[in-house]
């Protein structure tokens, strides 16, 4: 895996789009199983591997349809019945674009979620919005906006884990939010935030220590509460602290150093 994310670095570095290819969940017999990336570039090459033979020729043709179109899709494979493989299960793999833009990952659609990613977008960030609730994921309009209509553990599997990674949770359960954090805290970001009052914020962080889930020092390279302090109410208002915090982060922050915020 990090054979992969340095060749991530180095297309980025290297003013390259590369897609990546994720398996985020699987079905019966398969060759690869949940969390399996491989990296496509845009003459065909591959780092990594989801499962070789006809389904991961069919992966990189779509990964390079997605790299035309910058649009990230979930792909799902019926392995006897579309690839002839003896196996037989089926998997879905998720491919997206990865570029310069700082990717804004949002876990949870609700009002202030929705807001952030448009807010986000306006800052120059690429915002992912990821949630498994249809009717909410519905409301997202904004074409700038890519959205993963999964549930946060296959999400967490899709996320490419870099530090330039900015991941802010406000899901519509606290504790999704703080599975999606305990997942998040020992992996490289940019910025990671989570939403909740100052008590949901002290709760957390006794389950954390006392579960020995987190170190105190990687706590403090958590966001939270979320965002600068503005007396923010409505989730617009907490929409642009949060962006705010983003930028600063940002325009400030040393490239190969997490966030510790402010």
Do not use: W
């Not at 910058?70 to 674009?97: A, N, W, Y």
């Not at 498994?132 to 890519?146: K, T, Y």
Request: hydrophobic share 40%.
């Amino acid at each position: 895996m990090d054979q992969l994310y340095r060749a991530i670095g180095r297309a980025l570095d290297g003013g390259r789009t590369v897609a990546v290819c994720t398996v985020v969940d699987t079905r019966g017999s398969t060759p690869r199983k949940t969390g399996s990336k491989m990296l496509v570039h845009a003459d065909g090459r591959v780092t990594g591997s989801i499962g070789g033979g006809a389904l991961e020729k069919q992966v990189i043709a779509d990964a390079l349809e997605v790299l035309t179109t910058r649009t990230p899709q979930l792909f799902k494979h019926d392995l006897l019945h579309q690839h002839g493989m003896c196996c037989g299960g089926s998997v879905h793999i998720f491919i997206e674009p990865v570029g310069h833009q700082p990717r804004l990952f949002i876990f949870g659609a609700g009002h202030t979620g929705r807001a952030l990613a448009r807010y986000g977008a306006d800052a120059g960030f690429d915002p992912y919005v990821i949630d498994d609730r249809p009717e909410h994921m519905a409301l997202l309009d904004d074409p700038r906006v890519q959205r993963m209509p999964l549930d946060h553990r296959a999400a967490l599997q899709a996320v490419p884990f870099d530090d330039r990674a900015y991941i802010a949770i406000m899901t519509y359960d606290h504790a999704i939010d703080r599975e999606v954090l305990a997942h998040c805290i020992t992996r490289p970001f940019a910025y990671l935030g989570m939403m909740g009052s100052r008590r949901k914020v002290e709760l957390t962080r006794r389950h954390f220590l006392g579960g020995g889930i987190a170190t105190a020092l990687e706590l403090e390279r958590v966001d939270m509460p979320i965002g600068v302090e503005i007396a923010a109410h409505t989730p617009e208002e907490i929409a642009i602290s949060i962006v705010a915090r983003l930028i600063q982060v940002k325009n400030t922050r040393n490239v190969s150093t997490a966030c510790i915020p402010a």
